[in-house]
């Protein structure tokens, strides 16, 4: 079955340690994302990649670091410089369409905890 | 800038009775997609409804429906005949209408417990 594969589900990180989450989609789609989400908060836009090798900051893009080498693979690092990185995170994807109209789907996400 | 709002942290209803979950957004364009998404306990999310900008008919899913009042910037999101799985948090969202690469903006969301 299609769909997009989060890695790890849970993660426990040191301070002052870099982290990546892996985020895997075999949908063949062009866009893909990733989001934070925070009690309260929502969800809020970490940075997204429309094509390989290229990708956009978010709302909230420092401190995180991504690549785009792979149609299918979206990696988030989360790096020393993040403040505050507990949090749950989401990877998600969807195909091109000129108007927008497209529904993003979802990874299962991953909860970082840092001690 | 576009903003989402939900201003119901938490609501609650009777299963098989029914509710409504208020959203509302600021936006200066014309075209766009309005999106409600569903966040059961497992976390996964899942789309519940779609609305776009420019039909003026309400989004209808079995039980699930919208009232879309463009001018008034409102999307609230109705749930008929509840039941237990409907207990989730739920979010509305917004999107430009230009490309697939354009953001989606989330609101807080609103926790929605459905009572036996």
């Known amino acids: 079955d299609g769909g997009i594969t989060q890695s790890p589900k849970y993660l426990f990180r040191k301070e002052g340690q870099n982290v990546t989450l892996s985020c895997e989609q075999n949908l063949n789609h062009d866009a893909m994302y990733w989001y934070r989400q925070d009690p309260g908060q929502g969800l809020r836009l970490i940075y997204y990649s429309q094509i390989v090798n290229d990708f956009q900051k978010g709302d909230i893009a420092e401190g995180y670091s991504v690549s785009r080498e792979k149609k299918e693979s979206f990696p988030l690092t989360v790096t020393s410089a993040q403040k505050n990185p507990t949090a749950f995170y989401l990877c998600?994807?969807?195909?091109?369409?000129?108007?927008?109209?497209?529904?993003?789907?979802f990874g299962a996400g991953s909860r970082l905890t840092v001690l | 800038a576009q903003t989402v709002t939900q201003s119901q942290p938490e609501m609650s209803v009777q299963e098989a009775e029914t509710v409504t979950l208020s959203c509302t957004y600021d936006t200066s364009e014309s075209d766009y997609y309005l999106f409600w998404y569903k966040q059961p306990p497992s976390r996964q999310m899942i789309l519940v409804i779609r609305?776009?900008?420019?039909?003026?008919q309400n989004a209808t899913e079995n039980r699930f429906s919208v009232n879309f009042q463009k001018a008034a910037k409102s999307f609230s999101l109705k749930i008929s005949d509840s039941q237990l799985g409907d207990a989730a948090m739920y979010f509305c969202a917004y999107r430009r209408g230009e490309t697939s690469g354009s953001r989606l903006t989330f609101g807080e969301g609103t926790q929605l417990t459905v009572n036996p």
């Open positions: 609305q776009e900008a420019y039909k003026q």
């Open positions: 998600a994807s969807n195909p091109y369409s000129p108007s927008g109209a497209n529904v993003l789907t």
